[in-house]
Every structure is written in C-alpha cells, then in structure tokens.
C-alpha cells in the first residue's frame, strides 16, 4: 500500500462563488504543484466541467474524481463523487430536473463560466447554481446510491449549509460514506468536542475557491493506486485500505 494525498473538495469557475483564475488548467497545475495525488472537483449543482478534469488530470499525472457540491432541500451541502464521466453526466440529469430556476445576478453572486482546455469560454450558465435543489437528503443519496457513487456530507462543522446547522443533527439511518470537516477547523479537535463522532470516517479538504487555497487542508488514503474502487474501500478501511489525515 502506498499513501495518496488528496484535496477532494475544490470549485472551478463554474461556481459562482469560484475565483475566475480557476479554470480547470490553472486548478490541476496548482495542484501538481502542490503535489496533490488525488483531487475531487465539485462544484455547486453542477458537473459540467469533469469531463474536461479527467482529461486534464489523467495527463499531468493526478487522478481526478468527479463529483459535484449538492445542495439539498434543507440547504444542507454534500459532496457526491462517481467513477467516471458518463456517470456524472447521468446524475446531472437529475440535477437538472431537481434544480430551481433562479437567474444569476453575476454582479452579486459572480459568474458561472464553463471553459475549454485553453480557457476560452464555451458557455455561461444562467441560472443560479448555488440555490437548494427541489428535494431532501435521503432522495439525493438515493440517487447517488443508484449510481454507485461516494457520499460525503460537507462541512459538517459550519454554522450554515451543513448537516449539523441545518438538522441539529445527524441521522443514523443516513448511509453516507464518510463526513467532511472544513478547513478552518481540525479532525481532531472536532473529535474531541464531538467524541461520538469517534468511529467514522472523517475527512478535510481545501473549499478552495482561489488558486493559492488549493491543497491547504487534506486528506490521505493509504491504497495500493488511486482509483475510484480504492478511495471507496479506503473510506470505509477495508482490505487493510485506510484514510488518515496527517
């Protein structure tokens, strides 16, 4: 086994709240340059830039996982993250039919840009992308569940758009894979004002919105190669696979 390190959770100029320095291009050379192994795109409602982040990863040499920052009836954020691209343009099928049309106002919220290879814009999306879908949690994973992806409920430590924040606090029957601290804060420390947190799997990550957030929190998996299959049973420590941070 070999250890891995990966920023699972970072946004592209696709999120409205995402800095127009990240394109896909800038976000996987800043990560090389981070040497980060393993690195989640998930931007909000949307999974239209992960085609491009697998290609622009396979080639550098850093594996990417594709997924997507839900945000759920309850404003609750999660990540989702699937196998490949044609699963995740799948599940973007249902977050077309889930999301609520609202317009962006770019000039309050920022502009949602999806670009090519060269950073040329392709397309500008016109509806809000940060705006809760039209269903729950459960119907979401369910979801996710169906297309055999990664669920991970965001920032769970935030006084706003996480688990805790919004349902005061976590459902045992929710089959999630493992819950995202955030970068402000520390696995450990949550640990201890949280004990009964003591045997899941917990996880940071950067939020990063800007280049220079990119790898400044994250997590490590010890796995024989970075695959979708592996992070998964390194999530759950099967077969001798672990995620630790530090």
Do not use: W
């Given at each position: 086994?070999?250890?891995?390190?990966?920023?699972?959770h970072?946004?592209?100029?696709?999120?409205p709240?995402?800095?127009l320095?990240?394109?896909?291009?800038?976000?996987?050379?800043?990560?090389?340059e981070?040497?980060?192994?393993?690195?989640?795109?998930?931007?909000?409602?949307?999974?239209?830039?992960?085609?491009?982040?697998?290609?622009?990863?396979?080639?550098?040499?850093?594996?990417?996982?594709?997924g997507?920052?839900?945000?759920?009836?309850?404003?609750?954020?999660?990540?989702?993250?699937?196998?490949?691209?044609?699963?995740?343009?799948?599940?973007?099928k249902?977050?077309?039919m889930?999301?609520?049309?609202i317009?962006?106002?770019k000039?309050?919220?920022?502009?949602?840009?999806v670009?090519?290879?060269?950073?040329?814009?392709?397309?500008?999306?016109?509806?809000?992308?940060t705006?809760?879908?039209?269903?729950?949690?459960?119907?979401?994973?369910?979801?996710?569940?169906?297309?055999?992806?990664?669920?991970?409920p965001?920032?769970?430590?935030?006084?706003?758009?996480?688990?805790?924040?919004?349902?005061?606090?976590?459902?045992?029957?929710?089959?999630?894979?493992?819950?995202?601290?955030s970068a402000?804060?520390?696995?450990?420390?949550f640990?201890?004002?949280?004990?009964?947190?003591?045997?899941?799997?917990?996880?940071?990550?950067?939020?990063?919105?800007?280049?220079?957030?990119?790898?400044?929190?994250?997590?490590?998996?010890?796995?024989?190669?970075?695959?979708?299959?592996?992070?998964?049973?390194?999530?759950?420590?099967?077969?001798?696979?672990?995620?630790?941070?530090?």
């Amino acid at each position: 086994m070999k250890k891995f390190r990966a920023d699972l959770h970072v946004h592209s100029v696709l999120s409205p709240c995402g800095d127009l320095d990240m394109s896909p291009t800038r976000i996987i050379r800043e990560a090389r340059e981070k040497n980060i192994d393993i690195l989640g795109i998930s931007d909000h409602n949307s999974t239209l830039h992960c085609r491009l982040m697998l290609e622009l990863g396979k080639e550098a040499g850093i594996f990417v996982l594709p997924g997507v920052e839900i945000n759920t009836k309850e404003e609750i954020h999660c990540l989702a993250f699937f196998e490949n691209a044609d699963i995740t343009d799948e599940f973007q099928k249902f977050l077309d039919m889930q999301l609520l049309f609202i317009p962006n106002r770019k000039e309050v919220f920022g502009e949602q840009l999806v670009v090519n290879r060269t950073e040329s814009i392709i397309r500008e999306i016109d509806g809000l992308l940060t705006v809760g879908l039209n269903t729950g949690i459960y119907i979401v994973l369910k979801e996710v569940k169906r297309l055999g992806g990664i669920f991970i409920p965001a920032h769970i430590d935030r006084p706003h758009n996480s688990i805790i924040s919004q349902l005061g606090f976590i459902p045992p029957d929710l089959q999630f894979d493992a819950l995202e601290i955030s970068a402000r804060n520390s696995v450990m420390n949550f640990r201890k004002s949280h004990p009964e947190f003591e045997n899941l799997t917990l996880i940071t990550n950067s939020d990063a919105h800007h280049p220079d957030f990119i790898g400044r929190a994250t997590t490590n998996f010890r796995i024989e190669s970075p695959s979708f299959k592996e992070i998964l049973m390194a999530l759950h420590n099967q077969l001798h696979r672990k995620t630790f941070i530090g």
